[in-house]
């Protein structure tokens, strides 16, 4: 009996610490985490799966021992990523992105209300086949079920993803407009972006396109900027800018006038992304901007230090929408 209670201990304790460990992934990454060649990423996820058929079902198991359904999903990753996912079904769920059935690929993972609400997961194989530990029924243990069958289709949850899909270039696509506000007048234009980024070892560096109209100068700008993001929610950029139209702003004095200075540094800015959401299936976020434009004053005018900032630095609010491809 004293061994018997140690080495239930043992694994209560391991499993404490597995769990724990896995909790650190939602805190640092989010889904789908990005993956070179994404299509045999997903491939070899698809035969480890078929690796562990036959293997007894063990709640809490993670081995070929024995194993539970978040235990493969664990396992696989592991195997095929040397990633740590999270350790249960409920936690797996919600670190996932969702996604519809008919845009399943192999590799998610497919979740289901069984013996309670979300309570079973599997790895999906293609063909509405997909790959699970189960723990009841005609058979257990890591067995091939469908979709289709009467019993998985009634207690079919959704679908999730975990590693970006196989079609995935390694780029995202970021698409936005909003309004821009100035310090000397709020109402100061509209401008719109469009960013491709490149995200690698965990910074995005890419290239933007960001043209506005600039109500209170008069000119529409067309930026060519290099970017660089961190995190995901934080990004610089910097380049030359094409002006159409002659700036002059309105001050107390009457119009001070300015000349577009172009070159390599003829716009700058950083942006913030500090809130994302999804709409149906498409992830959107809220982006504030501070952008510095080069304009310098004619000649001939007074010095106005005040003016010249006003007219240099403005401030943008977009809704942009990022779209992997």
């Known amino acids: 009996m004293a061994m018997s209670t140690r080495g239930s201990f043992r694994k209560a304790a391991l499993l404490s610490v597995l769990g724990l460990a896995t909790l650190v992934v939602p805190l640092y990454a989010e889904a789908p985490l990005t993956v070179a060649k994404a299509r045999d990423i997903r491939s070899r996820i ?8 036959g293997v007894p079902y063990e709640y809490g198991g993670i081995s070929t021992k024995g194993i539970d359904c978040s235990g493969l999903v664990y396992r696989v990753f592991k195997d095929v990523l040397g990633l740590g996912v999270p350790r249960t079904t409920k936690t797996l769920y919600d670190f996932s992105e969702r996604v519809n059935r008919e845009r399943l690929e192999p590799g998610d993972l497919v979740f289901f209300n069984t013996t309670g609400p979300l309570a079973h997961v599997g790895i999906y194989a293609g063909d509405d086949i997909f790959i699970n530990a189960a723990s009841e029924g005609q058979r257990t243990g890591v067995i091939k079920s469908s979709l289709d069958d009467p019993y998985w289709a009634e207690a079919y ?3 999730g993803r975990l590693i970006t899909p196989a079609g995935y270039l390694g ?7 909003g ?5 000397d007048n709020l109402g100061r234009g509209f401008g719109l972006s469009a960013n491709l980024v490149y ?11 960001a043209p506005s ?3 209170s100068l008069g000119v529409f700008r067309l930026p060519f900027q290099l970017s660089f993001g961190i995190d995901r929610h934080l990004r610089f950029y910097a380049g030359p800018v094409f002006t159409l139209g002659q700036p002059r702003l309105s001050v107390s004095s009457g119009t001070r006038s300015y000349t577009a200075e172009g070159g390599v540094l003829g716009s700058a800015g950083i942006a913030w992304a500090p809130f994302e959401f999804k709409l149906g299936q498409d992830d959107w976020r809220l982006v504030g901007t501070l952008d510095w434009n080069r304009y310098v004053a004619a000649a001939g005018q007074p010095t106005d230090t005040q003016s010249d900032l006003a007219a240099s630095l403005r401030f943008g609010l977009y809704l942009e929408s990022r779209i992997l491809i």
């Open 179 to 183: 309004p821009l506000f100035g310090a």
């Open 157 to 159: 949850a959704g679908g």
């Open 46 to 53: 698809v035969s480890d799966a078929e690796s562990y058929l």
């Open 213 to 215: 109209w600039d109500v």
């Open 199 to 209: 995200p690698i070892w965990g910074v995005e560096p890419g290239i933007q396109v």
């Open 171 to 177: 780029l995202l696509l970021g698409l936005g407009g």
